[in-house]
C-alpha cells in the first residue's frame, strides 16, 4: 500500500482549514463576543504552524520557507 503524497495531504488540510473558517465565521456572527476567543485560536494555530516550519527546517538543515514564493501567492 503506498503512502499517501504531499499533494493528499495538502488538499486534506485545507479542506480542514475551510472547514475552521466556516466554523469561525458562523461562531462570530452568532455571538460577535466570541471574535477574540476565536482570533486566539487562530494565532495559536498559526504560530505552532510556523514553528513546527522552523524547527522541521532546524533539524532537517532545509530552509522550508525558500520552496515558496511568496509573491506569487494570492
Do not use: C, T, Y
Request: aromatic share 10%; net charge positive.
Amino acid at each position: 500500500m503506498q503512502e499517501p503524497s504531499v499533494d493528499f495531504h495538502l488538499r486534506e488540510a485545507l479542506s480542514h482549514l475551510d472547514a475552521a473558517l466556516n466554523k469561525s465565521i458562523l461562531h462570530v456572527q452568532a455571538d460577535a463576543a466570541a471574535k477574540k476567543e476565536v482570533g486566539q485560536q487562530w494565532e495559536r494555530f498559526l504560530g505552532e504552524f510556523f514553528q513546527q516550519v522552523r524547527e522541521k527546517g532546524k533539524q532537517s538543515k532545509l530552509n522550508l520557507w525558500s520552496w515558496v514564493a511568496f509573491p506569487r501567492i494570492r
